[in-house]
Nanobody, 126 residues
Framework: QVKLVESGGGSVQAGGSVRLSCATSVSISTIYNMAWFRQVPGKEREGVAAIDDAGDTSYAGFVKGRFTISKDNAKNTLYLEMNSLKPEDTAMYYC????????????????????WGQGTQVTVSS
């Protein structure tokens, strides 16, 4: 069973940067698709960014140009570099992996991934 462990969350002022990490328990190169989601209490979870096994990426419109998803195959780690943070980026951020099927690009931010991490909180103050 694949396990995901997020880290790197914290508190930052608006305009600042944070890098989230997601360590996988298996070779990350064997995972078809991975993604970052976020959720605020009382709201639905939303897809933020996704990456496939070839390194192709997808981004939600509200983070394009500010966030970058990447992975390091040697470290078996997924990253989310978040820049120009806004108070509305405050949320619990979750790492997700899909190990069963390949997800088509248009579905990467909406797919029901089968493996999830425990989440890491990011709080942006104005």
């Amino acid at each position: 069973q694949v396990k995901l462990v997020e880290s790197g969350g914290g508190s930052v002022q608006a305009g600042g940067s944070v890098r989230l990490s997601c360590a996988t328990s298996v070779s990350i190169s064997t995972i078809y698709n991975m993604a970052w989601f976020r959720q605020v209490p009382g709201k639905e979870r939303e897809g933020v960014a996704a990456i496939d096994d070839a390194g192709d990426t997808s981004y939600a419109g509200f983070v394009k140009g500010r966030f970058t998803i990447s992975k390091d195959n040697a470290k078996n780690t997924l990253y989310l570099e978040m820049n120009s943070l806004k108070p509305e980026d405050t949320a619990m951020y979750y790492c997700a992996a899909e190990t069963r099927v390949t997800v088509i690009p248009d579905a990467r931010l909406y797919h029901e991934y089968n493996i999830w991490g425990q989440g890491t909180q990011v709080t942006v103050s104005s």
